[in-house]
T-cell receptor, first 112, second 112 residues
Framework: TQLLEQSPQFLSIQEGENLTVYCNSSSVFSSLQWYRQEPGEGPVLLVTVVTGGEVKKLKRLTFQFGDARKDSSLHITAAQPGDTGLYLCAGRRTDSWGKFQFGAGTQVVVTP | NAGVTQTPKFQVLKTGQSMTLQCAQDMNHNSMYWYRQDPGMGLRLIYYSASEGTTDKGEVPNGYNVSRLNKREFSLRLESAAPSQTSVYFC???????????FGPGTRLLVL
């Protein structure tokens, strides 16, 4: 059973469209991270959010941490083919210092 | 800086064989991790080392052992490989806490 549920599992869109990926849990997390992974490589950190209600923006990517720190979302505006990849959320529970639990991931494909 | 390096990149084992996956980091990080990644499962923590000389079990430790040889190196050993251990194994390191985890390129293991 995944502690962190990601949805959707797969998303295929055209270049220029917007997309949102969700990461939900019944547990409270002290922090949450988003990673992007490309084929044959390890995940690379995009952002860390630590405060309930926090919103962070990185160019066309907007990350939000829920007020109750149980959920998060990643929104991409005007997606580009370079955004293609597996997006993973990872949460650190309040009772597990240093250890993160990962969601199953959302595979995003952006076609020209 | 090489970051996080893993050897080997690929390995094929027969059921019952043993092997050790090597991981090294040159970023002077305190914490190191071993994950496995299976389709539809995201990354699952096998073992974790908060600092040199300490190790802790993750979600799926059965069938594995680890050694934190020094601050740089963290190895994962399969004593008697089983087909269920066919997976992609990632090593990661971080300063600890909410800090960024830096991942290696992965080891692809097939157990026949």
């Amino acid at each position: 059973t995944q502690l962190l549920e990601q949805s959707p599992q797969f998303l295929s869109i055209q270049e220029g469209e917007n997309l949102t990926v969700y990461c939900n849990s019944s547990s409270v997390f002290s922090s949450l991270q988003w990673y992007r992974q490309e084929p044959g490589e390890g995940p690379v950190l995009l952002v860390t959010v630590v405060t309930g209600g926090e919103v962070k923006k990185l160019k066309r990517l907007t990350f939000q941490f829920g007020d109750a720190r149980k959920d998060s979302s990643l929104h991409i505006t005007a997606a580009q083919p370079g955004d293609t990849g597996l997006y993973l959320c990872a949460g650190r529970r309040t009772d597990s210092w240093g250890k993160f639990q990962f969601g199953a991931g959302t595979q995003v494909v952006v076609t020209p | 800086n090489a970051g996080v390096t893993q050897t080997p990149k690929f390995q094929v084992l027969k059921t019952g064989q043993s092997m050790t996956l090597q991981c090294a980091q040159d970023m002077n990080h305190n914490s190191m991790y071993w994950y496995r990644q299976d389709p539809g499962m995201g990354l699952r923590l096998i073992y974790y080392s908060a600092s040199e000389g300490t190790t802790d079990k993750g979600e799926v430790p059965n069938g594995y052992n680890v050694s934190r040889l020094n601050k740089r190196e963290f190895s994962l050993r399969l004593e008697s490989a089983a087909p269920s251990q066919t997976s992609v194994y990632f090593c990661a390191s971080s300063m600890g806490g909410v800090e960024t985890q830096y991942f290696g390129p992965g080891t692809r293991l097939l157990v026949l």
